[in-house]
């Protein structure tokens, strides 16, 4: 095999250069055919090339034209496609969907067909991009080339807290991250992805979004970074789920969101649901029944810990009270811990808010409400956009939770807006938003005619692709 793949090689390597006489060349070797692999199946010239890699695929390309016909087979590049970082399922979602701008075009009829290696190329000189997963407990950094996030931090800042002095605080924040990075602003566009905040369709809230993200971009231009964008985190979630439209749940630090989105664009006239439960208060209060057991630890990491390792979500939770549920766990430099219904009775503050002394609304009932508006008000003659719900969040990953969310939701809406209904677990766990805004930032077009994108007054355009928000920002720098 090896024998075979250094003849095709050396074949294109020494393919005449434009010298005297070069055209009869170029005529001759356009007239030859693949001479002593014209024997072999096409399936395995295929697999000969897939071997060879993608630059000396390319390569074998300059022989004649069978060689050329070969490499550009679909099949080929594809296979190259699926070798890299992010999951081939991912990347066809990426192309076919968010290519052509914000809100996302719907095509009546098939995909329109794609050139699989002029995907390929243009992926390849998409340069890495800065992403920033901003929660409001901590924040997720990275390159968009990288297969994870390369680092995490606590959040500096409280997104959309406007009387706090926004400019300082924002600054310290990418300062820090641009520190830790080891890399100079100036050198790379960043994404920043933000929760959602001022959840209202009001003159009031938008004036307030508006204001965090011109404070987003000013900030970030004076440190001379070349491209902006800020994206939601709602938005983000769901296309890591592969998806356009769809309820995105997150479960945050502090309280848990519910949003509607048609199109990649969040739908803020429905109402996006927002319940006072988050990550902090289930943490607080598996801490309050450990301490009513007379359990000792030394901090709160602790508890988080034994949260994440060991509690779940019971399907049914008066059944789950009668069995045995006892399990332990060890905490390093703290020893072993064993916890019986704390276990699920945590989880269960999601559903019973009351439990925990919070006067709001469960997650299955504001999810609920949520559909009930989406379905009333008739904004697609598909109405089966919102049945399908994207979870995001440490929390989210708790086992049980979606299909406990599935039958809790089949019990209280109406069969025909029950029916089809769908919860999918965090793609990504705690990093869903992090890879919804890696999966956008290496598609390659030209998105300064399909997104409203905000690039530095003092650098040319930069071949990159960056989604915005679905409010446009009016910055002067």
């Not at 390569?59 to 004649?64: G, N, Q």
């Not at 609304?361 to 009930?372: F, P, S, T």
Request: aromatic residues 10%; glycine residues 6%.
């Amino acid at each position: 095999m090896s024998t075979i793949l250094r003849k095709i090689v050396e074949l294109a390597s020494n393919r005449p250069s434009s010298a005297p006489g070069s055209s009869r060349n170029r005529a001759r070797l356009a007239q030859s055919s693949l001479g002593a692999f014209e024997r072999l199946p096409e399936d395995v010239l295929v697999q000969i090339l897939r071997l060879l890699g993608p630059k000396d695929a390319m390569k074998t390309s300059l022989v004649c034209k069978s060689w050329k016909s070969l490499v550009s087979d679909d099949r080929l590049w594809i296979s190259f496609l699926q070798n890299q970082s992010q999951p081939w399922e991912s990347i066809f979602f990426a192309e076919t969907n968010l290519r052509f701008g914000c809100p996302v075009q719907t095509f009546s009829s098939e995909v329109p067909e794609l050139s699989f290696i002029s995907i390929y190329s243009q992926r390849a000189q998409v340069p890495g991009a800065l992403i920033i997963d901003g929660g409001s407990g901590y924040c997720k950094f990275g390159w968009s080339k990288y297969d994870c996030p390369s680092g995490r931090s606590a959040t500096f800042l409280e997104f959309g807290n406007i009387e706090s002095p926004m400019h300082a605080r924002l600054r310290h924040f990418f300062a820090t991250i641009y520190s830790r990075m080891q890399v100079r602003p100036s050198t790379q566009p960043i994404v920043v992805s933000i929760p959602i905040c001022h959840y209202d369709d009001t003159e009031s809230a938008k004036a307030s979004r508006r204001q965090l993200k011109e404070a987003i971009y000013s900030t970030l231009f004076e440190m001379n970074v070349p491209a902006v964008c800020a994206i939601n985190q709602a938005t983000l979630s769901l296309y890591a789920a592969r998806r356009t439209s769809g309820i995105s749940v997150n479960i945050g630090f502090q309280s848990t969101s519910i949003v509607p989105i048609l199109h990649g664009k969040v739908m803020r006239k429905v109402g996006v649901e927002v319940t006072g439960i988050g990550a902090l208060k289930l943490t607080g209060f598996l801490r309050e029944l450990m301490q009513q057991k007379n359990m000792s630890f030394e901090s709160l990491y602790t508890v988080r810990t034994l949260k994440e390792k060991l509690c779940y979500v019971a399907a049914d939770y008066n059944a789950e009270l009668r069995k045995n549920t006892e399990a332990s766990y060890e905490v390093s430099g703290e020893g072993s811990f064993i916890l019986s219904k704390e276990r699920f009775q945590t989880g269960e503050i999601l559903f019973q808010p009351r439990m925990a002394g919070v006067r709001t609304m469960g997650l299955h009932q504001a999810i609920a409400l949520c559909m009930d508006h989406c379905h009333a008000a008739e904004l697609n003659a598909d109405d089966t956009w919102f049945k399908t719900v994207v979870l995001s969040g440490g929390t989210a990953c708790l086992p049980g939770l979606a299909e406990r969310l599935e039958k809790e939701l089949h019990g209280l809406l109406p069969p025909s807006v029950a029916s089809g209904i769908r919860v999918v677990t965090p793609p990504y766990g705690a990093d869903t938003a992090w890879f919804g805004a890696k999966l956008i930032s290496n598609v390659d077009c030209d998105f300064s005619r399909h997104y409203r994108v905000f690039w530095h007054n003092t650098v040319e355009h930069i071949p990159w692709a960056l989604v915005l928000d679905e409010e446009a920002v009016s910055t002067q720098v």
